[in-house]
């Protein structure tokens, strides 16, 4: 017999079952509100029981928007998970994952889709403003998470989060992605083996071109609730950022110095330049702007629309890293040692592999029962999403003229001006 027929069998023998709920059970909205404390025992034992299952593991994702889609295309590549429902408040969008990733089960409440799947994890890529009740739902229900940047639009939540997730005993895995490429963890080397001594410096540049050719109408509709719920995008895309720097300095932050910049007509900003004081004297400067392709870019053909930058100075040496990078065409990254003894030059060709990376690492976390290295801890992704914050508050105490407001004031709209 089986380990797992005779696991469900004891499940049977002490009254807890692991079968699915009848046909009749899982007709109506069937979000089971009982607390009673069979049912606490019975999720205790469903955790034991998932670390001892034999893989695939049954997920679910919610959020089938831009990313969501990126991540379905990798969860069904990766044999160690079933993928068996999607949920999303969208039902255009259901129809089309449903289609084109064959997803048997696809709802627009997620509650519903916890009761009734019996899953092992979820996938949360919902936009960051509705990560934390959908998160908590799903640690309440005893679900392993992997779950996109950031954490939390709120520090306090990104904090009740991670207690509850170490109280249930729960993976929480929030999936910065350049912690999964190579160059970027190769800076990470670099630092830790100390190859430039003792760290002094980071710097992290980021000319983000992603609007196409204007700061207004439908170019920007698309980023409307990034700018009116997530506090924007030095919040929102800025966290990449903020994760690397601490992962680098490795220190908490003890001092945060910044301007911000809203290049939109929009109140969150969209640029910013921060000096960030580590409490072991490292120095950071955090700088950033998302601007359209026609500032960063005015060839059309250039693979430079996004401007990428980071450096780390040493007290013995300087590593420099540049990515050139257009969505969908070839891109490279150039890695650069200098020190006493030489410089050195290395070319990353295009990576694409960090989502699937994602899941391989979080297939092998939910079998050893903890997050492996690739992963942020849940305190560090907390504590991210608490620098974040800092970041913004701190810069629109302090904000800039953007680009936006400049072009308004000089009486043209911003793509008339830059195309004379
Ligand atoms: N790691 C990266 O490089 C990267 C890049 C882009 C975005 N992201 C992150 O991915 C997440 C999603 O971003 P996106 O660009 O795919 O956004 P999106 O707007 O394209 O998609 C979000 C989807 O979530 C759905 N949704 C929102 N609230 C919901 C709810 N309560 N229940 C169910 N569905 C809900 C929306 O209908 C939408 O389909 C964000 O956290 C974002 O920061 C990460």
């Known amino acids: 017999m089986r380990r797992t027929q005779i696991i469900k069998i004891k499940f049977q023998l002490f009254g807890f079952s692991q079968s699915k709920p009848k046909k009749t ?36 994702l919610i959020g089938c928007g831009q990313e969501g ?10 044999p160690e ?19 084109t990733y064959s997803v048997p089960h696809v709802y627009t409440n997620y509650e519903e889709m916890f009761a009734r799947e019996h899953l ?20 309440q229900r005893g679900l ?36 999964f490429v190579p160059d970027t963890r190769k800076i990470k080397e670099l630092i830790t083996r100390r190859k430039i001594g003792r760290l002094m410096g980071l710097h992290f540049i980021l000319l983000h071109g992603t609007y196409q050719h204007t700061f207004s109408g439908d170019n920007l509709r698309k980023y409307e609730h990034v700018f009116t719920k997530v506090k924007g995008m030095v919040f929102d895309c800025g966290s990449h950022a903020f994760d690397l720097l601490s992962w680098y300095a490795d220190s908490p932050v003890k001092r945060v110095i910044a301007r911000a910049q809203c290049n939109t007509g929009y109140p969150y900003p969209d640029g910013c330049t921060a000096i960030l004081e580590y409490q072991n004297g490292v120095k950071g ?26 450096i780390a100075t040493g007290t013995h040496g300087t590593v420099l890293w540049d990515f ?16 006493q003894k030489g410089s050195k030059e ?75």
């Not at 889609?69 to 969860?75: D, F, S």
């Open 25 to 60: 059970e899982r007709a109506g909205n069937s979000m089971n509100k009982t607390t009673d404390k069979s049912k606490d025992i019975s999720e205790n034992f469903t955790r034991s029981f998932i670390l001892k299952k034999k893989t695939p593991y049954r997920i679910g």
């Open 69 to 78: 889609q990126r991540h379905l295309e990798e969860i069904i590549r990766i």
């Open 81 to 99: 998970f079933n993928l068996v429902a999607a949920g999303d408040v969208r039902e255009e969008a259901l129809k089309n994952v449903a289609k």
């Open 120 to 139: 092992d994890a979820v996938a949360v890529v919902t936009s960051a403003d509705s990560h934390f009740p959908i998160i908590k739902c799903a640690l």
């Open 144 to 179: 392993h998470v992997i779950c996109e940047k950031p954490l939390t639009v709120e520090p306090r939540e990104s904090n009740l989060l991670v207690s509850l997730a170490q109280k249930k005993g729960l993976l929480l895995a929030v999936t910065f992605t350049y912690r």
């Open 285 to 310: 400067l955090y700088d950033y702007d998302k601007l359209p392709y026609y500032v960063t870019s005015f060839d059309e053909n250039s693979p430079w629309r996004n401007f990428f930058r980071i």
């Open 324 to 339: 050139a990078g257009k969505a969908g065409n070839p891109r490279q990254s150039i890695l650069k040692v200098f020190t």
């Open 346 to 420: 290395v070319i990353f060709p295009i990576y694409s592999k960090e989502r699937s990376m994602q899941y391989q690492q979080f297939a092998l976390s939910i079998k050893s029962g903890e997050l492996t290295g690739y992963f942020p801890s849940p305190s560090e992704a907390a504590y991210t999403t608490k620098v974040a914050d800092w970041v913004v508050k701190d810069g629109m105490k302090n904000m800039l003229p953007g680009l936006y407001q400049i072009q308004k004031k000089r009486g043209a709209s911003a793509a008339n001006n830059q195309r004379k």
